[in-house]
């Protein structure tokens, strides 16, 4: 089993890939840079933090099968810029 499979299995468990702690401080951080009074209801927290990892998840779940279909087991920077392009992203950001 893939390690991209295990981490949708803990995600669906319940768990988190991504530690809540660091998760929160990451957040807080980048709040505090836009927005120094801004305060954060937990929920909104937790909310971020799932969306965050779907969003991984589902990249690294993409850059998998183009490895696979490279005939790779491991992602390379092609398979990632490859990703951008079908999904129509700039590449320059």
């Known amino acids: ?6 981490q949708c299995r803990m995600v669906n468990n319940g768990s988190y890939a991504v530690p809540k702690l ?3 401080r990451l957040i807080k951080e980048i709040v505090q840079q836009n927005n120094a009074e801004l305060r954060m209801q937990s929920a909104a927290v ?10 991984i998840i589902s ?3 993409d850059l998998s099968i183009l ?3 490279g005939g ?10 490859t990703l951008k392009l079908l999904k129509g992203e700039n590449l320059n950001k």
């Open 72 to 81: 790779r087991i491991t992602i390379k920077l092609k398979d990632s810029v």
């Open 67 to 69: 490895a696979s279909h």
């Open 59 to 61: 990249y690294m779940e």
């Open 1 to 6: 089993m893939n390690s991209v499979n295990m």
């Open 22 to 24: 660091r998760m929160y």
């Open 46 to 55: 937790a909310a971020l933090h799932t969306a965050a990892e779907a969003h």
